[in-house]
T-cell receptor
Framework: SQKIEQNSEALNIQEGKTATLTCNYT??????LQWYRQDPGRGPVFLLL?????KEKRKERLKVTFDTTLKQSLFHITASQPADSATYLC????????????FGQGTILTVHP | DADVTQTPRNRITKTGKRIMLECSQT?????MYWYRQDPGLGLRLIYY???????NKGEISDGYSVSRQAQAKFSLSLESAIPNQTALYFC???????????????FGPGTRLTVL
């Protein structure tokens, strides 16, 4: 069966460092992968989308990589700030699942001052 | 996101009661979704609708039903609530595939449902 796993349930880092979150998947051939941010008590908010034929995407301090051979995406936040503290979710879609997303369980990131 | 609203925001009910959660959107999107979120399990798809006449079951539809009253409105019902349906429920929308933003989903603020 299809499985998506975000390797760390929680990640703690110091302000100014780079946070790296991992999303792995099995039994899946996604056409694209998305990353969302979720703050406590609120709905997820879209951050970045990367397609299967793209290796890397950047947006300000955010960078996403997508390795379809390793079946893995890495999400980086450079020069992290306490305001980056949140839960980050990866989501995949593809094949017969266009328009539907399958979400990982999320990684809780805490950036300490 | 204020463009997607959910009512109620919080609800406490008892086992066996019928509950309806409502979702409205002003984004003009054709596609709407209902998810539930449980600690450690992420978001799981309950039902989705690609247009007013299209309703599809997601991975965990048992015990739930939906109604797409209009392009802008998508309701989720629990016909006879049970305690393991206690969760955070989210509605989301996305545009029709083929547009520039079609692959992004926009979420409402969520409804926290407790079934005693």
């Amino acid at each position: 069966s299809q499985k998506i796993e975000q390797n760390s349930e929680a990640l703690n880092i110091q302000e100014g460092k780079t946070a790296t979150l991992t999303c792995n998947y099995t039994n899946y051939s996604p056409a694209y992968l998305q990353w969302y941010r979720q703050d406590p008590g609120r709905g997820p908010v879209f951050l970045l989308l990367i397609r299967e034929n793209e290796k890397e995407k950047r947006k300000e301090r955010l960078k996403v990589t997508f390795d379809t051979t390793l079946k893995q995406s890495l999400f980086h936040i450079t020069a992290s700030q306490p305001a980056d503290s949140a839960t980050y979710l990866c989501a995949l879609a593809g094949g017969t699942s266009y328009g539907k997303l399958t979400f990982g369980q999320g990684t809780i990131l805490t950036v300490h001052p | 996101d204020a463009d997607v609203t959910q009512t109620p925001r919080n609800r406490i009910t008892k086992t066996g009661k019928r509950i309806m959660l409502e979702c409205s959107q002003t984004k003009g999107h054709d596609r709407m979704y209902w998810y539930r979120q449980d600690p450690g399990l992420g978001l799981r798809l309950i039902y989705y609708s690609f247009d007013v006449k299209d309703i599809n079951k997601g991975e965990i539809s048992d015990g739930y039903s939906v109604s797409r009253q209009a392009q802008a409105k998508f309701s989720l019902s629990l016909e006879s609530a049970i305690p393991n349906q206690t969760a955070l429920y989210f509605c989301a929308t996305s545009a029709v595939r083929g547009t520039a933003e079609s692959d992004t989903q926009y979420f409402g603020p969520g409804t926290r449902l407790t079934v005693l």
